[in-house]
T-cell receptor
Framework: DQQVKQNSPSLSVQEGRISILNCDYT??????FLWYKKYPAEGPTFLIS?????DKNEDGRFTVFLNKSAKHLSLHIVPSQPGDSAVYFC????????????FGTGTRLLVSP | GAVVSQHPSRVICKSGTSVKIECRSL??????MFWYRQFPKKSLMLMAT?????????EQGVEKDKFLINHASLTLSTLTVTSAHPEDSSFYIC??????????FGPGTRLTVL
């Protein structure tokens, strides 16, 4: 039962263009969402998060959009850079109880020069 | 930012042996640490939540007798894979909670069981 889904296993984008990574969730108890970037054989690195009371959060080149009614969030990276090439995981948690993160399956982003 | 280390980064062992993986928060104290496992091309799966001074809470389907977790201090949690088998080969990642909604991840440990 995959509660957090990233349906695109990979995405290729040209440098300078926008990268849009999508994530869907099924558990309506989730109220906090995070995006992580991960390189091979390394732990995930936090990128950006959003609480369910917001529908948008922006940090530099990264913007996360949340559509609660659709149970969908997306990460926009603009402009994309070759150094952004990595696997991106979205994660969700329900703030009640432990800060247990449920991860999506990841999307491999390749930004070509 | 906060730093979490894991040791070893890579371990190869024979089937039937036990392997201990350490997770340390280097510049902060963490009451709660988490252990994840990642299979190739799969998501990170939470295995257990480790609380300092108390028993770990295991996720459904994770064998607590096989994956022993000890959180003896506010900066150290250990995961011991007992009687390892080839199917235990995986990438194990820990995280430490600095404050609510802030987890910092270790670099991971790749375990290969021959």
């Amino acid at each position: 039962d995959q509660q957090v889904k990233q349906n695109s296993p990979s995405l290729s984008v040209q440098e300078g263009r926008i990268s849009i990574l999508n994530c869907d969730y099924t558990n309506s108890m989730f109220d906090y969402f995070l995006w992580y970037k991960k390189y091979p054989a390394e732990g995930p690195t936090f990128l950006i998060s959003i609480s369910s009371i917001k529908d948008k959060n922006e940090d530099g080149r990264f913007t996360v959009f949340l559509n609660k009614s659709a149970k969908h969030l997306s990460l926009h990276i603009v402009p994309s850079q070759p150094g952004d090439s990595a696997v991106y995981f979205c994660a969700a948690s329900a703030r009640s109880g432990f800060q247990k993160l449920v991860f999506g399956t990841g999307t491999r982003l390749l930004v070509s020069p | 930012g906060a730093v979490v280390s894991q040791h070893p980064s890579r371990v190869i062992c024979k089937s039937g042996t036990s392997v201990k993986i350490e997770c340390r928060s280097l510049d902060f104290q963490a009451t709660t640490m988490f252990w994840y496992r990642q299979f190739p091309k799969k998501s990170l799966m939470l295995m257990a939540t480790s609380n300092e001074g108390s028993k770990a809470t295991y996720e459904q389907g994770v064998e607590k007798d096989k994956f022993l977790i000890n959180h003896a201090s506010l900066t150290l949690s250990t995961l011991t894979v007992t009687s390892a088998h080839p199917e235990d080969s995986s990438f194990y990642i820990c995280s430490a909670e600095l404050r609510q909604d802030e987890q910092f991840f270790g670099p991971g440990t790749r375990l290969t069981v021959l």
